[in-house]
């Protein structure tokens, strides 16, 4: 499966965007989703997860209340909902998939075997 993020860019602190992650080539098989980020000098971290029902989600702790994933399986597409972003918000975001029908949501980076390009965020202070 093919991934392709978009929907980044330069927003002000307390602000909003929707980021988009499309899914193309195989998509008939079941995938759970997830949205990592990179920021300058940082590893990649694990932002949120979804499992392929939609029935669970899971989201790092410094994004709870203010990021929503969510996912159209009819479209492929998976969303990510950012407000109340915050400068150290600022990082390439990456959405990755793992083909799984588990309802464990995974949060680790060796767990996703296809990935996307990547969408820079920035958040001005």
């Known amino acids: 499966v093919q991934l392709q993020a978009s929907g980044g860019g330069l927003v002000q602190a307390g602000g909003s965007l929707r980021l988009s992650c499309a899914a193309s080539?195989?998509?008939?098989?079941?995938?759970?989703m997830g949205w990592f980020r990179q920021g300058p000098g940082k590893e990649r971290e694990f932002v949120a997860g979804?499992?392929?029902?939609?029935?669970?989600?899971y989201y790092e702790e410094n994004v709870k209340g203010r990021f929503t994933i969510s996912r159209n399986n009819a479209k492929n597409t998976v969303y990510l909902q950012m407000n109340s972003l915050k400068s150290e918000d600022t990082a390439v975001y990456y959405c990755?998939?793992?083909?799984?029908?588990?309802?464990?949501?995974?949060?680790?980076?060796?767990?996703?075997?296809?990935w996307g390009q990547g969408t820079l965020v920035t958040v001005s202070s």
């Open positions: 990755a998939a793992r083909s799984t029908t588990s309802q464990v949501v995974l949060t680790g980076r060796r767990h996703y075997n296809h």
């Open positions: 080539g195989r998509t008939s098989s079941s995938y759970m």
């Open positions: 979804i499992s392929f029902s939609g029935g669970s989600i």
